[in-house]
């Protein structure tokens, strides 16, 4: 069967998803919608630094819900945006025509509340949603559960994003949000008392309801190191003496101990703090089970140009793009990756 799939967003993510949907035999790229103006009218696969696709993008997202498409795969940032969309999923939702979305990273596992206007607008439109990626998405999800298929006791899972982002063209994120580039005293918006539990509480809270942990609550840390120099990375100039390393934790907290911890540890240069966890390879997912016996596992990327932020970012697309077929096939509503079966690179061999 086929599946006629529209993407929605360009950027960073959408390239590579847009890449990806070409790569399966069993998607068809129906259209393409994008925000920028200066893209309107350019043939999709030009977007994505390949040959003409015969799809023409479009600022117009009436166009591209009458398309009828099987699902939309949503990747447009919704960090600084978060109101517009909501209401553009709810809007997709509403037409009957099923999503898998990068974001808003908190419908990965969303509380009652937070998820209730999303999961109604699904139900009333006799569609799926699901929000994935890799972190918050494979990295957090499937890849610590399965490990702890293979315990025998557990006291501590603990999943840790270990990544040089110099090579991260993405300004609004590194600078607005992540506050690299700002000064010490000045905490970003990530940092703002209760933000990192709402991006990364869902993690926490979905790997509890996956080994049958009821938590006491969350808890936040963070620490962040200036540059030493002034340098350079692929979104702009460090200066001397701001943000240049983060490393930040969401514990999910039961009996007075952490027994589920979301960690990152963020650098814009290999040499700076180099007491804190290191990659494996050049970048690394880590997974870390203690109990009996202990576990740790490290999930490299690297892509074929030899980045792993390239690779962070196909890993993110191909996590939506190869679950289409099974969210298309799900029944309506807000769906997480403990509703799902499991999804492979079914078709991507050859």
């Known amino acids: 069967m086929t599946y006629r799939v529209v993407l929605w ?145 557990i006291t501590e899972v603990r999943c840790l994003e270990i990544l040089n982002y110099a090579t991260y063209d993405q300004a609004t994120v590194l600078f607005d949000i992540m506050g690299f580039g700002g000064p010490m005293d000045d905490p970003p918006l990530l940092l703002q008392p209760g933000v990192l539990s709402l991006a990364w509480g869902s993690v926490v809270r979905q790997l509890a309801a996956g080994l049958d942990v009821e938590l006491d609550g969350l808890e936040e840390w963070h620490t962040r190191l200036p540059a030493p120099e002034a340098f350079d990375v692929d979104a702009g100039r460090i200066e001397k003496g701001t943000a240049a390393a983060l490393r930040f934790e969401v514990r999910g907290m039961r009996g007075g101990r952490p027994v589920i911890v979301l960690e990152h540890v963020t650098r814009l240069r290999d040499d700076l703090a180099p007491d804190w966890p290191q990659p494996a390879g050049k970048g690394c997912y880590r997974v870390e089970v203690r109990g009996e016996p202990n576990y740790t596992v490290d999930l490299q990327l690297l892509g074929t140009d030899g980045d792993h932020n390239t690779a962070g970012l196909k890993a993110t697309a191909m996590r939506l793009v190869n679950a289409v077929p099974t969210v298309v096939q799900a029944g309506p509503g807000l769906l997480t990756a403990l509703d799902l079966p499991l999804i492979t690179g079914r078709g991507l061999v050859g």
Do not use: H
């Open 9 to 153: 967003g360009t950027g960073n993510v959408g390239r590579n998803a847009l890449i990806g949907i070409t790569a399966r035999p069993d998607l068809e790229l129906a259209g393409v919608w994008v925000s920028n103006p200066v893209k309107v009218g350019r043939d999709a696969g030009e977007l994505a630094g390949l040959g003409p696709l015969g799809v023409t993008a479009t600022n117009d997202a009436d166009a591209v819900l009458a398309l009828s498409p099987d699902c939309v795969v949503y990747t447009s940032m919704a960090d600084v945006r978060l109101g517009e969309a909501l209401e553009d999923l709810q809007r997709i939702l509403r037409a009957g025509v099923n999503v898998v979305s990068s974001s808003p990273v908190f419908l990965q596992f969303p509380d009652e509340a937070m998820g209730s206007p999303i999961r109604q607008a699904a139900l009333d439109g006799g569609a799926s949603i699901w929000v994935n990626g890799v972190d918050p998405g494979f990295a957090n999800d499937w890849l610590p559960l399965t490990v702890t298929s293979i315990s025998e006791r």
